[in-house]
């Protein structure tokens, strides 16, 4: 069965150091790749995608993304966090291939930056 | 402000009752999609419709059922409430129904049974 899994239910980072959110995939074919970020209260946003191309993919906020795809996975990084970066983070794959072709989500990865 | 709006925001009802939750997608979107946020299932893909018809299904009980109409709004219906339906309701659209096109969520509609 294809899946997302994202380790860590939980991150804590302090302000001003490198943050990392990871995510590995099993999907087939060559799949399309993204980041969400879900604020208290709010739908969630998309953050950067991956499609084809350079591995390393730079999105919304400071936000950047390495694909690897002998490792299957998908990580989120950034390299000062700010505070305002706590939220929950969502890593999701598209398949790329076959019918009822749909998003798979991870489970979420609660981001939390201390001052 | 994503451009996907729904209403209502908030909903409360009983056991056994029946609701109706609406979506708006952005401007020339013609995918929309569907989701339940719970705290205990996460978030949960229940069904897509792409410019009126159904595209893709996933974890959508028989109880619920949706809807794209003309307009490209869609609506999705949820009877015989059970306490455990009780969750954060999304709506996305994409503009198109390639794999490769980001959503945009609406704001969600929290749903309360009681």
């Known amino acids: 069965a294809q899946s997302v899994a994202q380790p860590e239910d939980q991150v804590n980072v302090a302000e001003g150091n490198p943050l990392t959110v990871k995510c590995t995939y099993s999907?087939?074919?060559?799949?399309?790749l993204f980041w969400y970020v879900q604020y208290p209260n709010r739908g969630l946003q998309f953050l950067l995608k991956?499609?084809?191309?350079d591995n390393l993919v730079k999105g919304s906020y400071g936000f950047e993304a390495e694909f690897n795809k002998s490792q299957t996975s998908f990580h989120l990084k950034k390299p000062s966090a700010l505070v305002s970066d706590s939220a929950l983070y969502f890593c999701?794959?598209?398949?790329?291939?076959?019918?009822?072709?749909?998003?798979?989500w991870g489970l979420g990865t609660s981001l939390a930056v201390n001052p | 402000d994503s451009g996907v709006t729904q209403t209502p925001k908030h909903l409360i009802t009983a056991t056994g009752q029946r609701v109706t939750l609406r979506c708006s997608p952005r401007?020339?979107?013609?995918?929309v999609y569907w989701y339940q946020q719970s705290l205990d299932q996460g978030l949960q893909f229940l069904i897509q419709?792409?410019?009126?018809?159904?595209?893709a299904k996933g974890n959508i009980l028989e109880r619920f059922s949706a809807q794209q109409f003309p307009d490209l709004h869609s609506e999705l219906n949820l009877s015989s409430l059970e306490l455990g339906d009780s969750a954060l309701y999304f709506c996305?659209?994409?503009?198109?129904?390639?794999?490769?096109?980001?959503?945009?969520f609406g704001p969600g509609t929290r749903l309360t049974v009681l």
């Open positions: 996305a659209s994409s503009k198109l129904t390639e794999g490769m096109n980001e959503q945009f």
């Open positions: 401007s020339g979107d013609l995918s």
């Open positions: 419709y792409y410019n009126g018809e159904e595209r």
């Open positions: 999907v087939s074919g060559n799949p399309y």
């Open positions: 991956y499609i084809t191309g």
């Open positions: 999701a794959a598209d398949s790329n291939a076959g019918n009822n072709r749909k998003l798979i």
